[in-house]
């Protein structure tokens, strides 16, 4: 079975450009959480979607939305990108809203 | 305010010894916690987990030990093994409550288990 997949892997943008990222979730999982883990820090949490419905927000500035589809994959996208958003984002993929997170390997973002 | 506190970045142990990994926190609806393992270019693997309402639970090597009144829960790896060496991140979720869609993870703590 394939876990979570999230693309791309690695990434480079310059300041003030926009980033997509992508995520898969494991096939039936209908949740999709998005975390950013800065290097020495934990994950902290942007976003969950449940049945394309955001459930939850973290505090994040409005440059940083994403969105859920009809098939549960998601996208994280980041307007006006600052250095400090360099990091790697996460995703994760649950059956239920609370239950049983699987992680994504991440994808790793440097803004110079 | 960091909610979640894992105050040793790292901890060395000698293989087939304890591994004992601490974590604090200091919200009061925090009832599920769970702790996580990090290798380097992966994403976090869940290792185990504790609900509020036991102070104890098991899972072969491992064991998660919750005391509610100081606000603190530990992970204990018997006997440590080499393979691991990793991050080890505390979480935890306020599932009764308002925000039980999300995780609070601490800054984690490097453990490496030396042959």
């Known amino acids: 079975d394939a876990g979570v997949t999230q693309s791309p892997t690695h990434l480079i943008k310059t300041r003030g450009q926009h980033v997509t990222l992508r995520c898969s979730p494991i096939s039936g999982h209908k949740s999709v959480s998005w975390y950013q883990q800065v290097l020495g820090q934990g994950p902290q949490f942007i976003f969950q979607y449940y049945e394309k419905e955001e459930r939850g927000r973290g505090n994040f500035p409005d440059r940083f939305s994403a969105r859920q589809f009809p098939n549960y994959s998601s996208e994280l996208n980041v307007n006006a990108l600052l250095l400090g958003d360099s990091a790697l984002y996460l995703c994760?993929?649950?059956?239920?809203?609370?239950?049983?997170?699987?992680f994504g390997s991440g994808t790793r973002l440097t803004v110079v | 305010d960091q909610q979640v506190k894992q105050n040793s970045p790292s901890l060395s142990v000698q293989e087939g010894r304890i591994s004992i990994l601490n974590c604090d926190y200091t919200n009061s609806m925090f009832d599920y916690f769970l702790w996580y393992k990090k290798y380097p270019a992966e994403g976090p693997t869940f290792l185990i987990s504790i609900s509020s309402i036991k102070d104890k639970n098991e899972d072969g090597r491992f064991t998660v030990f919750l005391n509610k009144s100081a606000k603190h829960l530990s992970l204990h790896i018997v006997p440590s093994q080499p393979g691991d060496s990793a991050v080890y991140f505390c979480?935890?979720?306020?599932?009764?409550?308002?925000?039980?869609?999300?995780?609070?993870f601490g800054k984690g703590t490097l453990l490496t288990v030396n042959p």
């Open positions: 979480a935890a979720s306020a599932n009764s409550g308002g925000s039980n869609y999300k995780l609070t």
């Open positions: 994760a993929s649950s059956l239920r809203v609370n239950y049983g997170y699987t």
